[in-house]
């Protein structure tokens, strides 16, 4: 928000310009720039103004800018002889890198240059020069500050001079003088002339009117346009600029209507009807959405509540008689308005952030008072003021104990007093009142940061935080975190982050579109859905990438699925089921690139599982590998991996018809682990074994079974039956073939046998390897291969 210094300096008294800027960005209010005139420009006298001999279109002017009369051609037309302008003398750079220089000028010299407000980068106005207050000191420099100021949401207050000026009394402890003077009533009654209805109290929270008549619609006075173009606001007639200029001074919008072009004599404050449009200043004619708060009279739409107004009650230059606005409308209605129609106004963006309601009357009358200033017109008696369910006032108890353990420095009761009340909280018997511009402090707390702030972060004294005993152990979700991390690292995986918002179609590919949570303002109809699953955003990694010539890529998430919760929503239970999960998709060349060495080498299922196995090595948790069936999975490679009898996770080759579906290249191969579980399967602290002091003893051991059965399967039953010598199973062979009768398959085993306290003998060894063979012939059906 732009802010003019010399405005400022209307409410209260200013240190340096510097020095204020310091102040109110540490108070929380940002000075993100300081526009000012440059070096070098000082207010000049034009004493004389003469025709240039060689040309028609420049004039040959001499100013006194206090080092005597200067001649300097100049080519605007606004000025006359006596005015006091800007003169930019020999020497000085202008905002855009113009240095001025004596220069000739069709045969004239000319020392310096008459300048513009847009010249000297104080606003956008061009049309001639700028014309200084008569009582503005010959040779003095232009005073003309404005600061840049980074509001923050939640401060609305501070979205105007008053507001800004009240901090720095604050700050300063200056006294804060007040704009308002009393309104000059004359005719009849506003009452007689218009009337209010509020047909919707819940967005509408109070809505007064005044009517102003014989108004003349004429630009408006210099000074009056010179503040508005300094904060950004281009100037447009008397009554329009007047409406700004309070919002700019006040943080309140207004609006003017004709109220000749109002019918009925009504102001209605309601929904639209079905296919009801609305023509907005902007030339836009728009469909009003059921939720459109609009104010019409009692046949048509005449503005969108708190956002834009209707060019059918437009003040034009004809407007006699002005029905003035200035209302308070519920922070939610106007921002979904306003983010429906694509349409942010500065009226909208005070609206969103809250206005003070109490306020609307001295606001509504301080308007009416400059309308008829300016336009010459009369304030009918009476403010038409409807106020449904008027707001009672908020109160926050604070304790001077409470303060000094929160800021961890005294502070006098007194001091914070004086502090509370100067930014205008009352001090009653128990607590303070709130005024209702600070709809942000609501507790204790905020009362507590509000004398800190303005007191000084700096008086707080630099203290080391009390330590620990002892140190508290990392929790176990953050090293499951930081394990895997590390090994996805380390198996050639980057990291990606991606949105939670996908597309229904994202999803479908997966068959996992059903009960997802679709968002109400959604970023784009690509973004409108929650994911149930990090694929949807993966894969789309995968085609983007691709689409920009990777020729292989492995990437991760770490991230969370939303899944909708049947219980959700009531109460202050999410709506959504929340589950995180870490998932990774590999394509393309094994090593990203082609090498002499491996050429042409592309990743298979194997690298997808070998990323997940190292995750498990990393978390030292023992897991089997079993068949998988899903629909985003193709049939020929697709696992899940198990442990203690919970699945962890899958892993597969994505289907080709998901494929088709999201535009992706063959040969995607995704993995996907539920973090929650990774964390109550880890094993953080291994326990270590020594080593034995005796010898181990191998044997190989070849079973026939069932070719569909699994080898995790087989070799957990051949080391459970081995116990207690048994240490070891690795399959080293699978052989299926003529050898072999057809549904079965040859799994040959290295054993490994050892014992912890003795050197095992040989007919212990074959009476552990006969009660393998029988067991597998018994359970399972094997046998002994001769």
Request: charged content about 25%.
């Amino acid at each position: 928000m732009k802010v003019s210094v010399e405005w400022l300096s209307d409410y209260v008294a200013l240190p340096s310009v510097d020095e204020l800027a310091k102040k109110l960005t540490f108070a929380g209010l940002e000075i993100e720039a300081i526009e000012r005139p440059p070096a070098g420009v000082l207010a000049g006298k034009i004493l004389e103004s003469v025709k240039h001999p060689q040309a028609d279109k420049l004039s040959v002017t001499k100013v006194d800018f206090g080092r005597g009369p200067t001649q300097i051609v100049c080519g605007a037309k606004n000025y006359q002889v006596g005015d006091i302008v800007p003169v930019a003398t020999v020497g000085t750079k202008l905002p855009n890198g113009t240095e001025i220089k004596e220069a000739e000028l069709r045969g004239v010299k000319s020392s310096g240059m008459l300048c513009s407000a847009r010249e000297l980068g104080l606003s956008q106005d061009h049309e001639g020069l700028m014309i200084l207050p008569p009582e503005t000191k010959i040779g003095s420099t232009i005073d003309r500050v404005t600061f840049e100021v980074n509001v923050t949401p939640n401060r609305g207050d501070a979205l105007s001079h008053v507001g800004i000026a009240r901090e720095i009394a604050a700050l300063t402890g200056k006294a804060l003088k007040s704009p308002a003077k009393p309104v000059v009533e004359g005719g009849g009654d506003a009452a007689a002339k218009i009337s209010v209805k509020i047909e919707d109290p819940s967005r509408c929270l109070r809505y007064a009117a005044r009517v102003i008549e014989g108004v003349k619609v004429k630009p408006s006075p210099r000074w009056l346009q010179e503040r508005l173009e300094a904060c950004g606001v281009r100037a447009i007639n008397n009554l329009v600029d007047v409406t700004n200029y309070v919002m700019l001074e006040h943080g309140q919008p207004l609006h003017a209507f004709d109220l000749d072009k109002l019918t009925g004599a009504q102001i209605v404050v309601r929904l639209p009807k079905a296919g009801e449009k609305l023509k907005t200043l902007d030339g836009k004619e728009r469909t009003l959405e059921p939720e459109d708060l609009l104010i019409c009279d009692r046949e048509k739409p005449l503005a969108l509540a708190g956002v834009m107004g209707g060019a059918t009650s437009e003040v034009t230059d004809a407007t006699t008689r002005v029905l003035l606005e200035c209302a308070s409308f519920a922070p939610a209605a106007v921002r979904r308005t306003s983010k429906r129609h694509a349409l942010h106004t500065e009226s909208s963006h005070r609206f969103e952030r809250g206005t003070d309601i109490v306020a609307v009357p001295q606001v509504a009358d301080r308007a009416a008072q400059l309308i008829a200033e300016l336009g010459g017109g009369t304030v009918l008696k009476g403010l038409v003021d409807v106020y449904p369910k008027p707001v009672q006032p908020r109160r926050v108890k604070l304790e001077e104990k409470r303060l000094a353990a929160l800021l961890g420095v005294e502070v006098p009761a007194e001091e914070a007093q004086h502090i509370l009340e100067a930014l205008g909280f009352k001090r009653g018997l128990e607590a303070y009142e709130v005024p209702q511009w600070r709809p942000d402090v609501s507790r204790e707390e905020d009362l507590i940061e509000e004398v800190a702030r303005i007191r000084g972060y700096d008086t707080i004294p630099l203290k080391l935080p009390g330590g620990l005993g002892a140190l508290a152990p990392e929790a176990p979700a953050v090293t499951v975190e930081r394990r895997v991390r590390v090994a996805l690292a380390g198996e050639g995986v980057d990291e990606v982050v991606n949105y939670s918002f996908v597309a229904p179609a994202e999803l479908a590919a997966f068959g996992a579109e059903k009960g997802a949570i679709a968002l109400s303002n959604p970023l784009s109809a690509e973004q409108s859905v929650m994911r149930t699953t990090l694929y949807a955003s993966l894969v789309p990694n995968v085609v983007r990438s691709v689409r920009h010539q990777a020729s292989g890529l492995r990437f991760y998430e770490w991230g969370r699925s939303y899944r909708p919760d049947p219980e959700g929503g009531k109460g202050a239970r999410p709506v959504a089921n929340e589950t995180v999960e870490v998932a990774g998709v590999l394509w393309g060349l094994r090593d990203r690139a082609r090498t002499w060495t491996n050429k042409d080498a592309v990743v298979d299922f194997y690298d997808a599982k070998a990323a997940v196995e190292a995750v498990l090595s990393a978390l030292h948790i023992e897991a089997s590998w079993a068949n998988f069936d899903s629909p985003w999975y193709h049939p020929r490679a697709s696992a899940m991996v198990s442990a203690g009898g919970v699945v962890l996770g899958t892993v597969g080759e994505l289907h080709p018809r998901a494929a088709r579906a999201l535009d992706a290249p063959a040969g995607v191969y995704l993995f996907q682990l539920e973090v929650e579980k990774l964390i109550a399967a880890s094993r953080l602290v291994p326990k270590a074994q020594g080593l034995s002091a005796y010898p181990s003893v191998r044997r190989d051991i070849a079973l026939v079974v069932k070719a569909e059965l699994q080898q995790a399967e087989l070799r957990r039953l051949i080391l459970d039956i081995g116990k207690p010598l048994l240490v070891d199973a690795q399959v080293f062979d699978v052989y299926t073939g003529t050898q072999i009768a057809e549904g079965l398959k040859n799994v040959a085993f290295a054993l490994e046998y050892r014992s912890p306290e003795r050197t095992l003998k040989d007919d212990e060894v074959k009476q552990a390897h006969d009660r393998i063979v029988a067991e597998v012939q018994k359970q399972l059906g094997g046998a002994l291969r001769a």
